[in-house]
């Protein structure tokens, strides 16, 4: 048995758009990603989020589940366009009050509530009007609704993440277009990873300057990551391996915490790469309070030949080659029902590249889990697999404390299952089972296994 340190953080994740529904109530304008499910061919089956989990009505319920689990915080975001229907000008007060209400809620279950800024659902008039995270004006619209935030529930939240993979927002929506807003380009991934990097800039320094002192708590980015492994022993594939990290998560994490992109980026992409001003770069170096981090998958990496074609590199992934790395998994591997590979030790070695890297942060595992073929049988889910992955991840973390690393939490994704984006209500990784139906919550036996360890703090 391993013991995990006492003031250890067990939690579990979700986000606004996937859970709560609610989609035309209670003054909440239209998102990104309301436009985008209501366009034909966008969304596996065609489903929509307009109801989800029914959160935005169940949220009480919903908290009872997450006290009889045993977690400490919830990690949750807000809807922006719930804040601000447009995201500039008017404040929605209801959406406001909802929030607060979740909040206090949570406080009165002593659940420490963890509070997402943005995670992807990006109000629609700002992407219409003012083209979205292309317009380096997003950036000011984005610390004003921070501003918002902070100041109508900063008295009890203390952690903030900003943004959640910024990442996926810049490759997904910008260079393979299977996420909103659905552009297909060579050079809009990283004008719009940019204008992310500003827009987390200005709104920490609006709580550094306006409320941290007062509020006393914590912000940063949740960032996102897989591991990779060099395919073989060559020098080469070796620094393909680093590379494939730089452009993954080096491309957001350096800058927050060295102020500036990666070498291996600003010599590959040349002009593509947008240059930071002196102002930004004070306002983004140092910014993070301590390291959020989403993982859940390790692939191994190579060099591309120089022979190979930028046809070829144009299918490699979704930044069309940029990086020149070519990303490939053992056929033996376990995979998950999403098409990720189920390797632990990967996690582990990630761990130990972003302490060394970073100068030894304190680090928050901000989602970590797996989905499965869930199936009820007698109104029970029995799923092994889940129980499987989460013992075996925990335990290579467990490992990765002892070693030295300063990993202070770790939150399961998701608490419940639900709109999975793309791939609609296909996939499930919740440690709750939702009949989109009748939108019952089913404890799988995933839930139990985890209250247990959070009640030990040992795996």
Known sequence: MAKFPKDFIWGV??????????????????????????????????????VACDHYHLYEEDIILLKNLGVKAYRFSIAWARIM??????????????????????????????VTLHHWDLPSALELEKDGWLNPAIADYFAEYA?????????????????????????????????????????????????????????????????????????????????REPKTELAEDKAAAERSLEFLLGWFADPLFKGHY????????GDRLPKFTEEDIANIKGSCDIFGLNHYSTMYAQNIPETTTN???????????????????DENWKKTTMDWNVIPWGFGKLLKWIDNRYDHPEIYVTENGMSCNDIVVNEKVNDTDRI????????????????GVKVKGYFVWSLMD?????????KRFGLYYVDFNTLERI?????????????????
Not at 19 to 30: D, Q, T
Not at 89 to 107: M, P, Q, R, W
Not at 160 to 183: D, K, Q
């Open 85 to 114: 229907p447009t995201g500039y000008g008017e404040i929605n007060k209801e959406g406001i009050e909802f929030y607060s209400k979740l909040i206090d809620l949570l406080i009165e279950n002593n659940i420490e509530p963890w």
């Open 418 to 426: 639900n709109f999975e984006w793309a791939s609609g209500y296909s």
């Open 13 to 50: 994740s979700t986000s606004a758009y996937q859970i709560e529904g609610g989609w035309l109530e209670g003054g909440k304008g239209l998102s990104t990603w309301d436009v985008f499910t209501h366009t034909p061919g966008k969304i596996l089956n065609e489903d929509k989020a307009d």
């Open 262 to 269: 990666p070498e291996s980026m600003v010599e590959k992409l």
């Open 147 to 227: 501003k918002i935030c902070f100041e109508a529930f900063g008295d009890r939240v203390k952690n903030w993440i900003t943004l959640n993979e910024p990442w996926v927002i810049s490759v997904l929506g910008y260079s393979v277009g299977i996420f909103t807003p659905g552009r297909v380009s060579t050079t809009e991934p990283y004008i719009a990873g940019h204008n992310l990097l500003r827009a987390h800039g200005k709104a920490a320094k609006v709580y550094r300057e306006q409320f941290k002192a007062i509020q006393k708590g914590r912000i940063c980015v949740a960032n996102n990551c897989d591991w």
């Open 311 to 329: 046809a070829d590199l144009h299918a490699i992934g979704g930044l069309h080659g940029d990086d020149e790395v070519l990303l490939t998994a």
């Open 388 to 403: 499987d992955f989460l013992h075996s991840y925990l335990a290579e973390l467990s490992r990765v404390i002892e070693s």
């Open 443 to 459: 404890p799988k036996e995933s839930a139990k296994w985890y209250k247990e360890i959070i009640l030990k703090n040992e795996i």
